[in-house]
């Protein structure tokens, strides 16, 4: 999918004459191809849409050093920030410096985050280190989750900011640890996990649901994602977007995003139909139909912006972008 | 009005050609039928919109047997639960199994869901229990919506998943309390209760505001309905919606929603209009004018399907079906 | 800028044949004038603005008397609450009664709210107190807020009713500490604030935003404001807007709201673009340019009310009115 999207862009790039600046445009490029790694939370999904040859690989995401770098990056972080604001340094304390690991530092912090009169906190902190002490990759998810944070979002000022108060954040990593238990049949504490998160949080997303790595939840509020819904690896997803089923009926009925999207606030996409690869689907549109690769989908009901015969393709990977708004020249009817 | 809907439905039937099928739709219509009776807490509603003939009874849910048996349906599947899921005993022992009734182990959990510091749980499981206990119609109610979640929403899972955990359900049972106490002009608590639960459950339902029974609140995150809001039997409304009020003066000023409407997500319909009974609104709407019965409204501004003169006609009821998006076929702009 | 809108609005009336009420509109527009003092906050925005003879100043709203009365009464208004709901007695004491400020009071019901395991209630109770202690115009703006709240939602029936549960009233002023700490570099302690009012409140406010006075954000669900957004004085902004940025590259890149404005439920406005003063957006738009101050924008993409080049200007303050729907019969394309 990386090399596909990779291949395409420079052609488009030279289909449309050149016009955009193209040492921006293979800078993102590069970075484009290095984050196309198919997450094994979503495999069947990338085994769907992939048809190219395989993507590049994240090798430094792998190695243990990086994964040491981070965290102790974050306690340096941490530290710096105990100092500067003392009233503070037992917050810092028991979140993540007197913590020995980021997986137990997360365990903790989503325990005291969750945890209510009838659901203690130890017993909380004992399924959350559990799940994430037996997943070898989940570390990875998380680091690459604070990663696409710190990058796309010109608001996160350190990976600490993210890691202990980024609501979409949280919620995802709560999510990963809700889908492993649903996997395992442990139904009931997966929902209830899902529960605890749509009421402390505010987002709603459903153990079944399979979310790639290197997401971006930016802001959060009202999110929904629905129980047959993929997200492909490195999505920027807006608050307000629900990701939604049609239908009392079980079964594949909800959406599938491929890598790279960016979806605007308040956007709801329905029914089991395809957002294909580094498509960027603009703030509060309805979007009931497939979404071609690299195309934008804008409006109520949407619309591509350059026809439908022919749709405008983008060059940059919307999700590394974040541009939420560069297409309103070309959308015909805006009259203001 | 459930008569009069299950007549136009057969007329309609034979109108366009008898092209779906038949017994679905019955089985839907009896349905249809079966849910229609007034409901005391919109009486008022009831009476302006009843014209016709008077609605089928619900006989099997007045019984005291029905209402023994849904509880202890919860109390089997608490077990099972419990059973299957040890770290969680305790939770379901406080919550539901160690209660001796629905309406006891309701108040027991919405005071542990709203309380705060300066909330004592006490304070508020008296203020639950005496509400509940007091109002004959109240567990009537509780059990119409958990039969509404559970048939409604394929992914609930259990009625006990909903009573735990759905945020929507858990609003609208608090809500009904606020009402009642609204009623008796004890004002001051009701906010307090409107307040609390738009802070835990991001629900915000003014405790003047009428809502009938059988209701559905999907995910729920968002949901505004302002005072003089009323909200017939067997409505489905997605998360988002908001039943808003127009202008800065007091008075009748909100949306009244017939029975057996569908709302989809993030859909805004603003003002004192009326939505007919069994009338579907898309997602992302806007609905400034009165909606006719069975009819679909969708976009920004909201239109008919099949047109201001001669819109389409709904044959199933669509907070039943749940179906949001099978007009996207007629929805003639809609060019992606 | 009051004056000018004042202005302007005496000629808009005489030009559109005086049709309206001269009566209400100058009641309205003696307020409006009355209320367009600069903000301190939000000087800057005030200077690049206000291009027009200075506004009338609010003698009465900086007297030492004014303060006090407002305290006053809400402590009248809490006995009598007590009173009538001895349930409720210990939390009004805790609350307001054994209170001996505002200030006081506010920091308590803040450190209450927001406090959590991690978080003690004394540490919140020492940030709040201690900045809202030092700053002398904290407490204007705090009372100008509360009376915003109760002139304009006929929902509520007390300043108590507000200062007690309305999260909109609680977030803005929990970001009036966020942003004077965000001012003097603590941005650690500003940040961790905006995390826990968003988990709370459902309300996500940048601690680098800069909000006027007399602010409503009305139910406030979702509210979502940028860092480098200004919103002026007297400005009514429903639930789930956003005033959001685009790109991920820092800098200016946020939304500015002129003096006055009204913004409907669920509407988005992206990017550093100007809504002028006394300008209305409709519920669920998207603005992604310039509105030009008292026009009315609807819709996705908005439109301006009247047309681009010579749109329709309001001569009554959107943000007093709250009238949310008086624009359908020129909404052209709205066929319902």
């Given amino acids: 999918m990386g090399t596909c999207v990779d291949t395409c862009s420079t052609t488009a790039g030279r289909r449309d004459g050149g016009t955009r600046q193209q ?50 990056k974050m306690r340096e972080e941490a530290s710096l920030d105990a100092e500067q604001e003392p009233i503070l340094s037992g917050y810092y304390y028991t979140s993540i410096l007197s913590q020995t690991s980021l997986e137990g530092a997360l365990a903790n912090h989503l325990a005291v985050k969750l945890c209510n009169s009838s659901l203690p906190i130890g017993t909380l902190f004992d399924i959350f280190a559990g799940v994430l002490g037996e997943n070898p990759g989940a570390v990875r998810a998380v680091k690459a989750d604070l990663r696409a944070v710190k990058e796309r979002d010109p608001a996160c000022i350190s990976y600490v900011h993210c890691f202990l108060g980024f609501k979409g954040f949280l919620a995802i990593q709560a999510h990963r640890v809700a889908h492993e238990l649903w996997r395992r049949q ?32 930016d802001h959060a509020t009202g999110v929904v994602i629905g129980e047959t819904a993929e997200v492909g690896n490195d999505v920027s997803i807006l608050h307000g977007v629900t990701l939604g089923g049609t239908g ?28 294909g690869a580094g498509a960027k689907i603009g703030a509060c549109s309805v979007v009931l139909k497939e979404v071609p690769a690299r195309t934008t989908a804008v409006g109520n009901p949407a619309r591509l912006i350059g026809g439908k015969e022919n749709p405008t393709k983008l060059d940059k990977m919307p999700s590394f972008t974040m541009d939420h708004t560069s297409h309103i020249a070309e959308w015909s009817d805006y009259v203001i």
């Avoid at 085994?47 to 965290?71: K, N």
Wanted: with cysteine; proline share 5%.
């Fill in 23 to 72: 040492r921006t445009r293979d800078t993102i490029d590069n970075r484009y191809a290095r984050f196309y790694k198919p997450c094994p939370l979503v495999r069947n999904f990338q085994t769907q849409t992939q048809t190219q040859t395989p993507p590049l690989d994240r090798i430094e995401e792998t190695t243990a050093a990086a994964v040491e770098d981070l965290w102790a």
């Fill in 186 to 217: 442990r139904k009931a504490l997966a929902l209830l996990i899902q529960n605890r998160v749509s009421e402390v949080f505010g987002v709603d997303i459903h153990p079944g649901a399979r979310i790639g790595e290197g997401v971006l939840l």
């Fill in 248 to 275: 009392k009926i079980g079964g594949d009925r909800h959406p599938k995003i491929g890598d790279g999207v960016l979806i605007g606030a308040g956007t709801c996409v329905l029914g089991n139909i395809r957002v």
